[in-house]
C-alpha cells in the first residue's frame, strides 16, 4: 500500500493533470463514436461515418503535444483529430448531422469537418488529399515565421499516393516544419497493407532526409511522449518529420461495414480490442499507476457521459440550414 | 377584324363608313373590307359611339385584332394591349367539300403554313408583335429564312404604300389567290381540251327575240354569256359528272348546278356564282349576272358571291378572242372558254355560206370526266346552242 | 508593353505592395519561366519568393493551397495549360471547395497562372487550351486575358481576390503589344469588354481569338457587314448581361474560343445567349472552337485544327446572309 503511495507521490501534479486530460480526450473520442454507430444505425446520420474508435491514442497524443495555434490536416477518419485538437462536441455532432449550427454549417459533414480556430484546416476525403494543405501551411508558418508547426494526418492508404512524396521532397527541400502522421492500422480500406505496400514504410521518408520513427499507437503516453520530442525538433526548424504509429480501427471501414471477414478475423479484431485498447490501456495504467482513484476516474466517465449526451441532444434538436443557403460560401 | 370567310387570316381596310365618334346603329354598314375574294361590308355588332379606330384605309390587319371600338356615348376606349392582337388563326386543310366553296387555298400555301416557313426566332417575334403575317413575307435570309427586317419591312409597307400604287405581294389577295389557285390547277389537274365550232344564228334570234321583253320587265339586256349559262345548266342535267367535283374522296356529283361567270376584278378574275341556274329563269340569270358584274365592277363581291360554283364560264368574245384554253377552277370539273362571235365563210348542204359562228372550248378534269363523256356534254351544248328551247 | 511584360510587371507590382505574395513553379527564377515572362523578378524579390520548385505539379499547387488557407498569397505558375491533368485534384477538390466544405471559414486566396493555345507546333501534350474545365467548378474563377491592359488589370484583380482563380495566358500571344498605363489599375472579373463596336453580328472571342475575331471583323466591313467583337475577359464569372444586350442588338451571334469546341466555352455562351436572346436571334449562335482531336505536331494538321479568322469571316457571312 505504501509502496502505491509512494509511486503515487513521484508524478508531478502537472504530469497528472495532463494524463487525466488525455484520458478523458480518449473517453470523449471513443464515446462520440459510440454515438455516431448509434446515430448512424438508427438512420439518423445521414452519409458515412468512419469511426476513429481504436486509434484515439494517436491523435490525443500528438494533439497534446501541439499548440491551439499549430496546424492539422485530418483524413475522412477525422472525427478524432477535430477532438482532440479542441472541437467542441455540440458543433461536431450538428456538422455530422448537417445542421447550420454544425462547424461547416452542415456543408461539410463528417469527412470535411474544418475548424481554423483550433488550427484544423480540415478532414479530407481524397485519400492523402491534405499533404499539400499541411505542407502549405508549414510554408506559412515558415515565412511568416510565426513558430506553429502542422500535423498531417494520414492512413497507411495514403502511403500509396504520389503527392505525399511530391511534398515531402519539397519539406525537406525547403525545411518546413510539418510532422507526417502516418496511422497506421493494416488496412486500406478492405485491403491488408501486406498487399499494397511494398518495402519498409520509413525508409520512404528517410530517401528524402526525413527523418523518421515508428512507434506503437496504442500507448498514449508514448506517442505523446515522441511527438512531443518530435514537434521541438520541428519548431526549432529541423525541418519535417515521419512518424508512423502502429494502431487497429475496432470497426470497419465505415459503419455500415459489418461482414469483415474476408480481409481480417474475428480473432484478430478481439486480440486488439481485449489487449490493444488504448482507452483502456491507459485507464489500467492510471489506476496501476494510482495516479487516479476509482471514484475520479469515474467522475471522469459519467462528465464525458453527460457532455456527449448533451452535445448529441443539442444537435438533434438543433435547425438544418435554410435552403437559400445552399449558393453561400462558395466564393468569398 | 372580323374573320368574314373561311381560312382568312387577315382583312385590308378599304374604307371607314363611320368617322370616329359616330353614333352607330347595330346592323349598319361599319366599313368595307378586302379579304382574298371580296370587298366586304361589316355590320356593326352593337349600338354606340365609334371610338379608338386603330386601323386605317389600306392597313391590313391579322383577323382578330382589334381594329376599333363600340363604347357607350361618354366612355372611352381601353387601353392600348398589343395582348389584343392574337395570332392569325391556324389553318386545318380540309377537303373542299362538294356542295361548299372551291378550296379556299392551295396545297402548296398549306404546306407553307403547316409546317411554317424558316423564320428566325426575332422574326417571329416582331410579326407576333406587329401583327405580320410571315406566310405573306418572302424571306431574304440565308436560305431565304424570314429575318426581323423582313417583317419590319412588311410591317412598314401598307403604311408606307398606301398613298401610292398598291404593293402586289401585300395588298391585293385577290391576285395572290389567283396565282396559287391557277398555278395548283394547271399543275395538279389533268386538263384535256375539246373545241367545238357552232353556228349561232338560232342563239342569235333568241336573244333577238326574247331580249326586249326582258329588258322591258327587269331592266336588264340578256347577253350571250346569259344564254349560254341558262343552256349549260339545262344540258348539266343530263351530264352530272360535268358538273361534279374532285375531292379527296375522288368524284363528288353536286346536288345543285351553280354556274360561275369568270369577271375580271381590279387585278384578277373571280368566278361570280349563279345558282341553281337549272332551275332559273333567263331574265333571273340576266339580272344576277348583272348585279355580280356590277358588283365585281365596284370591287363589292361578298364572299357568298363567288363561293359555291360547280361549273365555270368564261367569255372573252368582247375581246375579239376567237378561242383559248381556260384553267379550270378545282374543285370543279370542267370550264367552257367562249369565243366571239364572227361571221365565217362555213360549207352548208355543200356550198359555201356566212354564218356566224363561235368556237367553244371545253377543259376537263380527265380525273373526273373521259374525252368521250365531255364530248358528249359539249355536243349536246351544241345542239342546245343550235335550237335553244328557252 | 507586350502582354509577357504587363503580366510581369502586374506580378512585381503585387509582390512589392504585399509581402504575402508569392510565386512558385518550375524554372521561373533564374531561368524566368521557359516563355521569359518573368525574367528578373527574382533579382528583386529572391529566391523565397520567385520559388524553382521540383518538377511536381501536383505537389507544390498542394503547398500553394495551404499556404493561400493559412495567410500567403500564392502564385502557382503551371508551364504549360496541359499540365492541368496533373493538379486537377489540388484545384477542383482541394482549393474550389475548401470554403464551401468549411461552412465559409476558410479561404484560398491563390492565383494558378497557366498557358493555352496551340500553334507552336508543340503537338498534343503541350498545346491545349484546357480552361473549360476550370470554368466548370464552382468555386474557382476563370480569367482569359486577351490584350497586355487587361492582362495587368486582370492579374492584379486575381492576385487581390480571396478565391482561387485560374488565368490562362496565350503562349502566342506574350509578343503581342499594347498601351499600358502607368499607374495603379485593376479590371474587375465579370465585366466584357466591347473590343469592336458593331451593328450586324456579335462574335465573342476570348484569349487567342479576339485577335482572330478582330481581324475576322476587318474582312466582313469589306462586305458591309458591322461586326461586334466582344472579349468577356472572365469566363467565369461571366458577365451575361453584356452578351446577351450585344446580341439582342446584332440578332446574330459567333462564340469563338480554343479550347476543343465540344461541351467547351462556346457551347456554354451559346446557351446564354440562346437562353437570354432566343427571340432577339435572325440564326442559330454558332460556336467555332478546336476541332475535336488531339492537337497534331504536323503544321499543315495543327493549323487545320484551330479557328481562323478566315473561318470566322465565313461563318460569320453565311449568318449574315
Known amino acids: 500500500m505504501t509502496t502505491v503511495l509512494d509511486r503515487s507521490k513521484a508524478h508531478s501534479e502537472s504530469d497528472v493533470q495532463q494524463w487525466l486530460r488525455m484520458y478523458r480526450q480518449m473517453l470523449m ?103 499539400g494543405i499541411a505542407t502549405g501551411a508549414a510554408f506559412s508558418a515558415k515565412r511568416l515565421n510565426t513558430g506553429q508547426v502542422a500535423v498531417c494526418f494520414f492512413g497507411d492508404g495514403a502511403m500509396g499516393q504520389g503527392l505525399l512524396y511530391e511534398v515531402m521532397n519539397m519539406a525537406a527541400l525547403w525545411t518546413l516544419p510539418v510532422i507526417y502522421v502516418c496511422e497506421n492500422n493494416l488496412y486500406n480500406e478492405y485491403t491488408h497493407n501486406s498487399e499494397t505496400l511494398a518495402g519498409d514504410m520509413l525508409t520512404r521518408a528517410v530517401g528524402f532526409g526525413v527523418p523518421g520513427e515508428r512507434i506503437d499507437g ?26 508512423v504509429c502502429d494502431t487497429y480501427r475496432f470497426h470497419g471501414h465505415h459503419v455500415g461495414d459489418i461482414n469483415r471477414e474476408y480481409y481480417r478475423s474475428k480473432q484478430e479484431e478481439q486480440q486488439w480490442k481485449t489487449e490493444r485498447d488504448p482507452v483502456k490501456l491507459m485507464l489500467d495504467w492510471l489506476t496501476t499507476e494510482k495516479v487516479a482513484n476509482r471514484a475520479q476516474l469515474d467522475q471522469i466517465q459519467n462528465e464525458v457521459k453527460a457532455e456527449v449526451e448533451k452535445a448529441v441532444q443539442f444537435a438533434m434538436a438543433a435547425p438544418y440550414p435554410a435552403v437559400d443557403r445552399v449558393a453561400q460560401d462558395v466564393y468569398a | 377584324m372580323p374573320a368574314l370567310e373561311m381560312a382568312q387570316e387577315t382583312g385590308k381596310i378599304v374604307s371607314w363608313l363611320k368617322k370616329e365618334g359616330d353614333a352607330i346603329n347595330k346592323g349598319a354598314p361599319l366599313l368595307e373590307v378586302e379579304t382574298d375574294k371580296a370587298v366586304v361590308e361589316v355590320e356593326a355588332t352593337a349600338d354606340g359611339v365609334l371610338a379608338g379606330v386603330k386601323s386605317h384605309e389600306g392597313d391590313v390587319v391579322p383577323v382578330g385584332v382589334t381594329i376599333a371600338w363600340i363604347v357607350a356615348p361618354g366612355e372611352k376606349p381601353p387601353a392600348d394591349s398589343p395582348a389584343a392582337a392574337p395570332a392569325a388563326r391556324k389553318v386545318t386543310e380540309q377537303p373542299p367539300q362538294a356542295a361548299s366553296m372551291p378550296a379556299p387555298i392551295s396545297v402548296e400555301s398549306s404546306a407553307r403554313r403547316e409546317g411554317g416557313p424558316q423564320i428566325s426566332p426575332k422574326a417571329r417575334r416582331l410579326a407576333k408583335e406587329k401583327g405580320v403575317d410571315i406566310n405573306r413575307i418572302k424571306g431574304t435570309g440565308p436560305d431565304g429564312t424570314i429575318t426581323g427586317e423582313d417583317v419590319l419591312a412588311a410591317a412598314a409597307a401598307p403604311a408606307a404604300a398606301a398613298p401610292s400604287a398598291r404593293a402586289p405581294s401585300v395588298l391585293s389577295g385577290i391576285a395572290r389567290l389567283m396565282a396559287e389557285r391557277t398555278t395548283q390547277s394547271w399543275t395538279q389537274v389533268p386538263h384535256f381540251v375539246l373545241t367545238r365550232e357552232i353556228d349561232v344564228a338560232a342563239l342569235q334570234q333568241a336573244r333577238e327575240k326574247l331580249g326586249p321583253a326582258i329588258e322591258r320587265d327587269r331592266g336588264v339586256k ?59 329563269a333567263l331574265a333571273d340569270i340576266a339580272v344576277q349576272r348583272r348585279n355580280l358584274t356590277e358588283r365585281a365592277r365596284s370591287s363589292r363581291l361578298k364572299p357568298a358571291d363567288v363561293t359555291g360554283g360547280t361549273f365555270t364560264i368564261s367569255n372573252l368574245g368582247m375581246y375579239k378572242i376567237d378561242s383559248f384554253n381556260a384553267i379550270i377552277a378545282p374543285p370543279q370539273a370542267a370550264i367552257l372558254a367562249v369565243g366571239r362571235i364572227a361571221d365565217r365563210v362555213v360549207a352548208v348542204n355543200g356550198r359555201p355560206a356566212v354564218r356566224p359562228m363561235m368556237t367553244l372550248t371545253l377543259s376537263s378534269d380527265h380525273r373526273v370526266v373521259d374525252g368521250a363523256q365531255a364530248a358528249l356534254f359539249l355536243n349536246d351544248l351544241a345542239e342546245a346552242i343550235r335550237a335553244p328551247e328557252l | 508593353m507586350t502582354l509577357g511584360e504587363a503580366v510581369r510587371e502586374a506580378l512585381a507590382e503585387e509582390m512589392r505592395r504585399d509581402s504575402r505574395v508569392f510565386i512558385c513553379g518550375e524554372d521561373i527564377a533564374e531561368a524566368g519561366t521557359v516563355f521569359k515572362v518573368l525574367t528578373g523578378l527574382v533579382d528583386e524579390f529572391g529566391k523565397e519568393r520567385v520559388l524553382d520548385t521540383p518538377i511536381s505539379e501536383a505537389g507544390f499547387t498542394g503547398i500553394a493551397v495551404g499556404a493561400a488557407m493559412t495567410g500567403m498569397r500564392p502564385v502557382v505558375d503551371i508551364m504549360f495549360g496541359d499540365f492541368s491533368t496533373l493538379v486537377m485534384d489540388q484545384m477542383v477538390n482541394q482549393a474550389a471547395k475548401v470554403r464551401y466544405m468549411s461552412g465559409g471559414k476558410c479561404k484560398v486566396p491563390m492565383v494558378m497562372r497557366a498557358t493555352l493555345g496551340a500553334s ?37 484583380t486575381a492576385i487581390r481576390d480571396d478565391n482561387p482563380v485560374v488565368f ?27 473590343k469592336r463596336v458593331g451593328t450586324d453580328i456579335t462574335i465573342i472571342a476570348t484569349s487567342s481569338m479576339v485577335q482572330v475575331a478582330l481581324d475576322a471583323a476587318k474582312m466582313l466591313e469589306e462586305f458591309d457587314i458591322s461586326a461586334e467583337v466582344i472579349d468577356p475577359r472572365t469566363v467565369w464569372p461571366l458577365d451575361e448581361k453584356t452578351l446577351i444586350e450585344s446580341a439582342k442588338k446584332t440578332s446574330r451571334v459567333i462564340v469563338v474560343d480554343e479550347g476543343y469546341e465540344r461541351y467547351g466555352v462556346t457551347a456554354e455562351i451559346a446557351s446564354v445567349i440562346a437562353e437570354g436572346a432566343f427571340f432577339s436571334l435572325e ?19 495543327e493549323d487545320a485544327t484551330i479557328p481562323t479568322e478566315r473561318q470566322v469571316f465565313g461563318a460569320a457571312k453565311a449568318l449574315c446572309g
Not at chain 1, 456538422?95 to 469537418?113: D, F, P, R
Not at chain 3, 449562335?285 to 494538321?301: D, E
Open chain 1, 29 to 131: 473520442i471513443r464515446l462520440f463514436e459510440e454515438q455516431v454507430n448509434d446515430l448512424y444505425t438508427r438512420a439518423l446520420m445521414p452519409g458515412l461515418a468512419h469511426l476513429y474508435t481504436g486509434q484515439e491514442a494517436v491523435a490525443v497524443g500528438i494533439c497534446e503535444a501541439l499548440r491551439l495555434d499549430d496546424y492539422i490536416t485530418s483524413t475522412h477518419r477525422g472525427h478524432g483529430h477535430c477532438l482532440a485538437k479542441g472541437a467542441q462536441l455540440g458543433a461536431m455532432f450538428a456538422e455530422l448531422l448537417g445542421k447550420e449550427a454544425g462547424y461547416c454549417k452542415g456543408k461539410g459533414g463528417s469527412m470535411h469537418i474544418a475548424d481554423p480556430d483550433t488550427g484544423n484546416l480540415g478532414a479530407n476525403a481524397i485519400v492523402g488529399g491534405s499533404a
Open chain 1, 218 to 243: 496504442q500507448e498514449v503516453r508514448k506517442v505523446y511522449a515522441t511527438a512531443k520530442t518530435m514537434v521541438a525538433r520541428v519548431r526549432a526548424g529541423a525541418g519535417p518529420a515521419f512518424l
Open chain 2, 222 to 280: 340578256i347577253t350571250v354569256t346569259d344564254l349560254l349559262v341558262a343552256l349549260a345548266a339545262q344540258v348539266l342535267k343530263k351530264h352530272p359528272k360535268m358538273n361534279a367535283s374532285w375531292g379527296a374522296n375522288g368524284i363528288q356529283l353536286n346536288p345543285q348546278i351553280n354556274i360561275s361567270v369568270a369577271m375580271a376584278v381590279t387585278d384578277a378574275v373571280v368566278g361570280a356564282v349563279i345558282p341553281n341556274a337549272d332551275a332559273a
Open chain 3, 120 to 156: 507552336r507546333r508543340s503537338a498534343a501534350q503541350h498545346s491545349q487550351s484546357l480552361h473549360a474545365w476550370f470554368a466548370h467548378i464552382p468555386g474557382l474563377k476563370v480569367v482569359l486575358p486577351s490584350t497586355p491592359y487587361d492582362a495587368k488589370g486582370l492579374m492584379k
Open chain 3, 168 to 194: 490562362f495566358e496565350d503562349k502566342m500571344m506574350y509578343k503581342l503589344k499594347g498601351p499600358v498605363p502607368a499607374e495603379d489599375y485593376t479590371i474587375p472579373f465579370g465585366v466584357a469588354d466591347i
Open chain 3, 283 to 301: 440564326a442559330p449562335v454558332k460556336r467555332i472552337g478546336a476541332m475535336h482531336v488531339p492537337i497534331p505536331f504536323s503544321p499543315p494538321l
